[in-house]
């Protein structure tokens, strides 16, 4: 068989991988591979039977692992998810790597939790992806009761609150802010795409984070949301034209 190992994050790739090289270090018939970051290349085109490919998700996500003829004949490709992802979807594309193209393999959970040490005796997988559902349904209720007042709220104040400029100046900031979403529309794209498997929760919930970040911006930024060379050119005329010299010279 080949495993593929899949880490949370480096940290833990880097222990688990020193870990797996001194207990097969005089194995011949094993190959160790690690890869840690997405632009790194992967060294290996196709598995064979003793490889090993420690990963983390974030690294192995768009990599494409195709498996030889005997690896298939041998039960295929062994993913062991060495951690509780956070939610459905990680948890899914990561276990889906076993049976892309209608190859075989396998797929388990090896997961360390510090509360075992301590001898609590219900601490199993299903317990601890139990755990993490209940966290997430959590996390939504508290955006249905919290989150959503907000961004209502957030809209009523950005609809009627006083401007101490014309409308010019308030169609700088919204040029800026078309420029904001763009750029958060782009980084959404995956989860987007994938909405049908994660539903819409996990979208509004990186929408509230983006929404925070534009308040933050516009409450302590000094010039709001114009961040842009050329609309800070606009900024520092329509200073100019309100005599506000101090302020466009700072453009």
């Not at 768009?62 to 003829?69: A, C, E, F, R, V």
């Not at 984070?209 to 606009?234: A, C, D, Y």
């Amino acid at each position: 068989r080949a495993v593929l190992v899949i880490c949370e994050n480096i940290a833990s790739l880097e222990k688990i991988a020193a870990t797996i090289r001194q207990k097969f270090q005089s194995n011949r018939n094993c190959n160790i591979y690690t890869y840690d970051r997405a632009y790194r290349k992967f060294e290996k085109s196709e598995l064979n039977p003793g490889d090993i490919i420690i990963a983390t998700n974030i690294a192995g996500r768009g990599t494409d692992l195709t498996i030889d003829k005997l690896l298939e004949a041998n039960g295929g490709l062994h993913v062991i998810l060495s951690y509780i992802p956070g939610n459905l979807r990680v948890q899914q594309q990561v276990f889906g790597r076993t049976a892309r193209g209608g190859k075989r393999g396998t797929g388990v959970y090896i997961v360390y939790d510090l509360r075992k040490l301590m001898l609590v005796p219900d601490i199993t997988i299903d317990f601890l992806l139990q755990e993490r559902d209940d966290k997430e349904k959590e996390r939504l209720q508290d955006i249905v009761s919290k989150s959503f007042p907000k961004i209502k709220y957030t809209r009523k104040i950005f609809r009627y609150d006083e401007l101490d400029f014309n409308a010019n100046f308030l169609e700088l900031q919204l040029n800026s802010l078309q420029n904001y979403w763009a750029l958060w529309l782009n980084e959404m794209d995956e989860k987007l795409t994938q909405v049908y498997l994660t539903r819409s929760e996990s979208i509004l919930e990186e929408f509230s984070k983006f929404k925070q970040e534009i308040s933050r911006n516009l409450s302590s930024n000094r010039f709001g949301l114009v961040i842009e060379p050329g609309e800070l050119v606009k900024l520092s005329q329509l200073f100019m034209d309100h005599k506000k010299y101090k302020e466009a010279q700072d453009c």
